[in-house]
């Protein structure tokens, strides 16, 4: 008897792009992906974007991180007006009160890897800052001390950067001549 | 604040005023205090060669190799005779590349890597890993599956918080403490083996459920472990919370406020501990912590005592939470019966020709998840553990960040420290329970 169980796979369908309608937050274009929302603001907007959002609440911001979209430039879906860019530069904020958490993506582009420092607004982004900088070499302005934070020193290249090769060591097994 | 105050204009910062702010200014507090000493190496080594006279101020070093720097935490401390002024966390030495490898691996491979974080308490690693995972695709669990991610992680979280009290006690000296810390710890590291098959690094928790039901007589080992520990924290109250010695060395020190706590990024009982309720498994709840009964415990003046005291409750908190799970464990199955996220039954495989080639597919190429992003973050016994996935359409992750709490408390250190002695040093830091396998990753 077959098991009725294993019968059908129920994994969902990747959600019908949400209606890119006129949903703006303070200038910048909201859409939702999984049930969260994401608010699209250009590079010139997010600090502002920030503090006006820290006065309505959104008192937390839990996380500065980025992603290296080289490897599928372009074809990503975006709310019109916003070009994809190589680097999206990646804000979790939470807001207590309401209990809800909002995600800022800011596209940076590749030969000008420069955002404006959220630091003076929340101080708490300093080191995720130091981190992005340190793993994807996206440089903030006015951030107090941009230095690398888990990498040596003088390590060279960013190492989450999708060009930046996986490390390797040879492995020899006695059995076969040839490597694979 | 005299104090301080004549002492800040030691530092090459000049003087300065405090002004007028609004309530939500931590902010403003934080920049004007100046806590964090930001110095490279070099002007750091410089300064470390000359002579110093009356009036100026040590740079020293602790750490990484210090025993009560928890791991390989280095802290650059910039002293006045005993007083702390600055201090530089340096961070960077476990740094072994996890988020990098997580995109080598597969959706399924990614519990074994994601587990390796935070080794004090590993499962929650693979709980938002594999939460974030079921995001993307869509997928709802079983209840039991929901139910035993509960049990275990909060035996987790009990574990925890015991490796903290064994560790808080040793730094400060309460070294019989930290012998009872451990037995109890193992205690339940020797339940949570029984059902995983390792003491720790369990890659138990993966997308779609867990690996394994749970083993005959579990309900049994749960019940005598929580039969176990309540006088055994009793002990430890009358040990070390009620202990003078103990209360001298903690309260008031390492003060930090609601304001600054929020400013720094700063979650879990470092937030609690200023008064401030916050916790998502009462304010967003996820698995089906709606559903059992439980308090938020919370300090008032966010030192280190109240710290210390907020994991000896939340650890009661747990068993609390325990035994209401022992009642309520639903039963039906461990893990997602979906041909295209799970592995078949066993017995399955043995029959039918199907069933062995999604076990194949599975374990080779991994299954296919649709292209998107998430963050889901749950409540670690450090603060909020946020995972933020990034899939191409592919079986594995495009992008994965793990948003360690203790990478963010870390940078309480500073205006933690600022102001007390030296000695106070230690005191700070195993309060914050920092575990650099995921301050580095």
Redesign the interface.
């Known amino acids: 008897m077959?098991?009725a169980?294993?019968?059908e796979?129920?994994?969902?369908?990747?959600?019908p792009e949400p209606e890119l309608g006129p949903e703006l937050l303070h200038g910048a274009p909201v859409t939702t992906?999984?049930g969260?929302r994401v608010a699209h603001p250009g590079r010139d907007q997010l600090v502002d974007l920030v503090r006006t959002l820290?006065g309505e609440g959104w008192?937390?911001?839990?996380?500065v991180?980025a992603?290296?979209h080289l490897?599928?430039l372009g074809d990503r879906p975006r709310p019109e007006g916003v070009r994809p860019e190589r680097f999206e530069v990646?804000v979790?904020l939470l807001s207590?009160r309401e209990?809800a958490?909002l995600?800022l993506v800011v596209q940076v582009p590749e030969d000008d890897p420069v955002l404006p420092s959220l630091f003076?607004?929340?101080?708490?982004?300093?080191?995720?800052e130091r981190?992005v900088f340190d793993?994807f070499g996206i440089r903030f302005d006015g951030h107090?001390?941009l230095?690398?934070?888990?990498?040596?020193?003088d390590w060279i290249g960013h190492?989450?950067r999708k060009d930046?090769a996986?490390?390797r060591i040879p492995v020899e097994f006695k059995a076969t001549a040839d490597a694979r | 604040m005299s104090t301080l105050e004549s002492r800040s204009r030691l530092t090459d910062e000049g003087a300065q005023e405090m002004t007028d702010r609004p309530v939500e200014g931590g902010v403003e507090v934080l920049r004007e205090l100046g806590a964090v000493l930001r110095m490279s190496e070099a002007d750091a080594q410089a300064a470390a060669g000359s002579e110093t006279t009356d009036g100026e101020t040590t740079i020293i070093n602790m750490g990484p190799q210090h025993p009560s720097t928890h791991g390989v935490l280095r802290l650059m401390l910039e002293l006045d005779g005993e007083t702390v002024l600055r201090t530089k966390p340096v961070i960077g030495y476990l740094h072994t590349g996890m988020e990098k490898t997580g995109e080598q691996l597969t959706y399924l491979q990614g519990p074994t890597n994601a587990t390796r974080m935070d080794y004090a308490s590993p499962l929650f690693t693979e709980l938002v890993f594999s939460m974030a995972t079921e995001a993307l695709l869509g997928v709802e669990v079983p209840p039991r599956a929901v139910w035993i991610r509960m049990l275990m992680t909060e035996i987790n979280r009990i574990s925890s918080h015991l490796l903290f009290l064994a560790t808080n006690g040793m730094d400060l000296g309460a070294v019989s403490m930290m012998l009872y810390g451990w037995r109890e710890r193992e205690e339940t590291l020797r339940f949570l083996e029984k059902v995983t098959g390792l003491r720790m690094n369990h890659n138990y928790i993966r997308p779609g459920g867990v690996a394994a039901d749970l083993p005959d007589g579990w309900r049994d080992d749960v019940l005598r472990l929580m039969d176990m520990l309540p006088p055994r924290l009793e002990e430890y109250d009358i040990l070390m919370t009620g202990q003078p010695i103990w209360r001298e060395r903690l309260q008031g020190v390492g003060v930090i406020t609601t304001e600054e706590a929020i400013a720094l990024g700063a979650t879990g009982p470092i937030l609690r501990s200023t008064g401030y309720a916050w916790d998502l498994r009462r304010d967003m709840p996820y698995l089906a912590y709606d559903q059992v009964d439980f308090d938020v415990v919370v300090g008032t003046y966010g030192d280190c005592f109240d710290r210390y005291a907020i994991r000896l409750n939340e650890v009661r908190e747990s068993i609390r939470i325990i035994l209401q799970i022992l009642d309520r464990m639903p039963p039906g199955d461990y893990r997602l019966q979906d041909k295209k996220v799970t592995p078949p039954p066993r017995a399955r495989i043995d029959e039918s020709m199907e069933a062995l080639i999604h076990h194949f597919k599975i374990f080779t190429e991994g299954f296919k998840v649709p292209e998107g992003d998430v963050y889901v973050a749950i409540e670690s016994p450090r603060g909020e553990l946020g995972c933020y996935l990034v899939s191409d359409g592919s079986s594995k992750p495009y992008r994965m960040r793990i948003r360690g709490p203790s990478f963010f408390n870390l940078q309480c250190l500073p205006h933690m420290m600022r102001g007390g002695l030296i000695a106070d040093a230690v005191a700070v830091i195993s309060s914050v329970d920092p575990i650099m396998g995921e301050v580095d990753r």
Request: charged fraction near 30%; aromatic fraction near 2%; proline fraction near 11%.
């Open positions: 077959a098991d169980r294993e019968t796979s129920r994994v969902a369908p990747p959600e992906a999984r969260q820290r008192i937390a911001c839990l996380d991180t992603v290296d490897k599928n990646v979790v207590h209990r958490r995600r003076a607004v929340h101080p708490g982004t300093e080191a995720a981190e793993m107090p001390d230095t690398r934070i888990l990498m040596p020193e190492p989450l930046f996986v490390g």
